[in-house]
């Protein structure tokens, strides 16, 4: 775990439930308890405020940081990537895009495959679900889009032989059982530092499948799929860990430079990754 995607987690997770914004102080003992040091925390926030993703706000000598419109987005998007259409039927449509510059250009396929592409071949990329205007905006914004050609085409009778070439789902069946393997007998702490250690690294960890799984419909999805099982060790150690991973964060917000203001009260469902506890529930899914 490295501290920029740690203070992403944590972001996501804790701040943005709690109010939105954390002071520095709160952040690096939440860090701390991660095995992170001040001066890493420190520099992973001024990258991210670099490059956009939060913003400081001085008081005083102190300093707090929140999101940025921008971070809320991504967040946004890796809440839609958790649950996006997993429980929804498939249009039976599949999204064809062939353009020999994308290929070229590793920010281009880093954001398809982050939207749910898979590739087909070096110049085509297909996917399942509708984007709207997230792929031209995309590609008109590296200055491609005048190399590229767009078709909608119907479900064949070789779907699973094309989810089998554009997608590794054998790596992602791996990923998903390493998970199991990691977590299902994990024992709910009740100590609150090692219940918000253990819900921040649950959740770092469930974050990969972000970067893994295409979201693919249940109609697509193979027989031996895991992803069911590891959802529901997600949700029910997320839950058991949940109070005490509170009452951690809480109390490190009672020696806050405001803390005899008032806090905003909680919001759990601003948390892309708690909103997507029933994310991958396949039950009842098509054959």
Do not use: K, Q
Request: charged share 25%.
């Amino acid at each position: 775990m490295r501290a920029r995607s740690a203070l992403f987690t944590l972001f996501g997770d804790v701040v943005r439930p709690a109010g939105g914004e954390a002071w520095l102080s709160v952040l690096t003992a939440c860090m701390g308890a991660l095995d992170f040091t001040p001066e890493a925390t420190r520099t992973a926030l001024h990258r991210m405020a670099a490059e956009g993703w939060v913003e400081p706000r001085r008081a005083g000598r102190y300093a707090a940081y929140r999101l940025t419109a921008a971070g809320v987005t991504r967040l946004e998007e890796a809440a839609a990537r958790i649950y996006r259409l997993r429980t929804a039927d498939w249009d039976g449509r599949w999204r064809l895009l062939v353009c020999p510059s994308a290929g070229r250009d590793a920010d281009v396929v880093r954001e398809l495959r982050w939207i749910g592409f898979g590739r087909l071949s070096p110049d085509t990329w297909i996917s399942p679900h509708p984007h709207g205007r997230r792929v031209p905006d995309l590609l008109a914004a590296r200055g491609i889009d005048g190399d590229a050609t767009r078709v909608v085409a119907e479900r064949t009778d070789h779907d699973d032989a094309i989810v089998r070439r554009a997608w590794d789902l054998a790596e992602l069946r791996a990923a998903h059982a390493a998970f199991l393997d990691r977590w299902r007998h994990a024992e709910p702490p009740a100590e609150p530092r090692a219940a918000f250690t253990t819900r921040e690294r649950l959740v770092h960890h469930w974050r990969s499948f972000l970067f893994l799984d295409p979201g693919l419909p249940a109609a697509l999805l193979p027989e031996d799929w895991l992803g069911e099982e590891a959802a529901g060790c997600f949700r029910a150690l997320y839950e058991a860990v949940d109070a005490g991973a509170w009452r951690f964060y809480e109390a490190l917000t009672t020696t806050a430079p405001t803390a005899d203001v008032e806090p905003p009260p909680r919001t759990p469902a601003a948390s892309p990754f708690a909103r997507g506890l029933d994310a991958l529930s396949t039950t009842g899914r098509p054959r």
